[in-house]
């Protein structure tokens, strides 16, 4: 299994995450976070030792259905996300229109779009425009 986020308690119950940054792209980093934030906040007593996720292998595990959905909601609203033009005309030009009316990166309402559709080579340039690794490095 490959990997993309850990989510453990210490010892005195503290809520740890980590992430891999398997993929450098900005709407992978946040939606993994996101996704670890959701476990902490959904399934925090369920877990005793680390919860280890890969993204591409949640199948029908309740859990990670549940946290990849409040995930998504956290990040796009549902009437928003019913509601953006780009999930239906695939374009770059109502993707920027959505983002700017939804306060939402492109990058991150893309990456939502590759994935309901399946089809990962949809918005390509916008997906890899920011280095999430190159941006941590550089802050550091």
Do not use: C
């Not at 902490?40 to 005793?48: G, N, T």
């Not at 859990?63 to 956290?74: H, M």
């Amino acid at each position: 299994m490959k990997t993309d986020g850990v989510f453990f308690k210490l010892e005195g119950g503290t809520p740890v995450i980590g992430m891999t940054l398997r993929y450098d792209r900005y709407d992978y980093f946040w939606f993994t976070l996101m996704h670890e934030l959701s476990h902490i906040s959904m399934h925090y007593d369920r877990f005793e030792g680390a919860h280890f996720d890969s993204l591409e292998d949640i199948g029908e595990d309740i859990t990670e259905l549940e946290a990849n959905q409040l995930a998504k909601e956290s990040l796009i609203s549902r009437s928003d996300w019913r509601s953006a033009s780009a999930r239906r005309h695939r374009n770059e030009e109502e993707l920027y229109k959505d983002a700017e009316k939804l306060s939402i990166h492109p990058a991150i309402l893309a990456g939502l779009i590759r994935h309901e559709s399946g089809n990962f080579s949809l918005f390509s340039r916008i997906i890899h425009e920011i280095s999430v690794t190159r941006m941590i490095s550089e802050d550091a």
